[in-house]
């Protein structure tokens, strides 16, 4: 994992209104399978990955590194909020920048979970790394995604075609500090 650099981790646990941003524990291990095996969760970020491949490989604790939040609904994981160094970037514009990325079980879609989420961790992303801007690159097919992105702030910088389809990559500026 490429780390976000001198960031405390884990951070407390972050709670919303409906929601609460965690580290993984071993109770999650079965829905990040679920996601992970999911067609409908990896339409866009290139199909599914075998139940009994993941079975297999995914640790006690899956995903427990620096960036990595656990979304829990109800004292249940909905979804996964990923922010990560882009040290090795198709495109030079985002190499080096934190990348947000997410995923969701399909039954949380439409609930305004990904939304609130992802603005609780990027609030906490700028308060840990304040003046830095953040990348989010998805397919362009995935409307969903970039119609989340834009409510997040972010912008699109290009499209470029890799992993078989186009890319949109946009950029959130840096929080303005006070």
């Known amino acids: 994992m490429d780390d976000l650099g001198p960031v405390a981790w884990p951070p407390a646990p972050i709670k919303t209104e409906r929601l609460v941003l965690r580290e993984s524990e071993a109770r999650d291990r079965t829905t990040f399978i679920e996601l992970l095996a999911s067609p409908e969760v990896n339409t866009y970020l290139g199909g599914p990955r075998p139940r009994a491949e993941l079975e297999r490989e995914l640790p006690d604790v899956p995903e427990q590194w620096p960036g990595s939040f656990v979304v829990e609904l109800d004292g249940a994981m909905i979804g996964q909020i990923l922010l990560r160094r882009a040290t090795t970037h198709r495109r030079p514009a985002a190499k080096d920048k934190a990348d947000l990325g997410y995923l969701f079980l399909p039954q949380s879609w439409g609930s305004g979970y990904a939304t609130e ?13 304040p003046g830095e801007p953040i990348i989010l690159t998805t397919q362009s097919a995935n409307t969903a995604s970039i119609r989340l ?10 499209r470029f075609e890799a992993w078989g389809s186009e890319q949109w990559l946009g950029i959130r500026p840096p929080a303005r500090t006070a």
């Open 149 to 158: 992105a834009a409510t997040l702030g972010f912008t699109e910088l290009e």
């Open 117 to 129: 989420s992802c603005t609780a961790a990027l609030t906490w992303f700028d308060e840990a790394l």
